[in-house]
């Protein structure tokens, strides 16, 4: 397992950006898929976007053209860009990686199996 601090606490206005970083080990951040998944209010887990270790990216249909996954190799740390920000993005965002060395990214949240704490965004209308 790998562990991940993340970092970036949100409350915002629709339209607004914002950036969340989660903070891995160099080692893991360039041989880990890493992912952020959300959970809004009296939902369940939902994946936002993923990050192959090659680099290939992974997004939800709700975040495409809006958010960007990306990492910073020397940094061990994978960010999460998020633009256009409406209401319905509030939920608590969670970084996940799995590997090492795994080809594809994966969707589902079971697939990964090392996880930040989580942390907040709340955007309002």
């Known amino acids: 397992q790998v562990q991940l601090v993340e970092s970036g606490v949100g409350l915002v206005q629709a339209g607004d950006s914002l950036r969340f970083a989660c903070a891995a080990s160099?080692?893991?951040?360039?041989?880990?898929?890493m992912a952020w998944f959300r959970r809004a209010p009296g939902k369940g887990r939902e994946f936002v976007a993923a990050?192959?270790?090659?680099?290939?990216?992974d997004y939800a249909d709700s975040v495409k053209g809006r958010f960007t996954i990306s990492r910073d190799y020397a940094k061990g740390a994978v960010y999460l860009q998020m633009n256009s920000l409406k209401p319905e993005d509030t939920a608590i965002y969670y970084c996940a990686a799995r590997g090492p060395y795994l080809a594809a990214t994966s969707v589902s949240g079971d697939a990964y199996n090392s996880w930040g704490q989580g942390t907040q965004v709340t955007v309002s209308s």
């Open positions: 160099v080692r893991a951040s360039r041989s880990y898929n």
């Open positions: 990050l192959t270790w090659t680099g290939g990216t």
